[in-house]
């Protein structure tokens, strides 16, 4: 697969994700028959970011890029230099913006790069994301 021209290629400047850690969180639910289960739902803070995407998103007149196969290209920019798993922010980034809207799934990722780039506070990253296209 080769990547489509880069006109077609949308840019976002995002602010800084959360971390897996803490995007998701856990809490029992009493279910039917008083049994309670465990359910995994996105955190109050994951869904502030999602919000805070969706508006990115709106505002930078972002593309929407339906249901093809895309690449995903993140420099992220940590807000200090705490040592940080750089592919913990992959999942609560990916997740926000097919919640914005900007591509139907994130199923849709073929290829994704993350460079970790300077510190800059508060934190964000920048993103390009292209189609792909089938060699002939």
Wanted: hydrophobic share 40%; no cysteine; charged share 30%.
């Amino acid at each position: 697969m080769i990547m489509a021209a880069d006109s077609e290629a949308v840019r976002l400047d995002l602010p800084w994700p959360p971390s897996v850690n803490g995007y998701w969180r856990t809490a029992p639910i009493r279910g039917r028959g008083g049994k309670t289960v465990i359910r995994t739902m996105i955190s109050k803070q994951g869904r502030k970011y999602r919000r805070l995407v969706a508006f990115e998103v709106v505002s930078q007149r972002a593309a929407k890029l339906g249901e093809r196969r895309l690449a995903v290209d993140v420099v992220a920019y940590p807000p200090d230099r705490q040592r940080r798993d750089i592919d913990n922010i992959s999942k609560s980034l990916l997740d926000a913006m097919e919640h914005a809207g900007v591509y139907a799934d994130d199923e849709q990722i073929d290829r994704l790069v993350i460079e970790r780039g300077e510190v800059s506070k508060p934190g964000s990253v920048a993103v390009t994301i292209r189609p792909m296209e089938s060699t002939p």
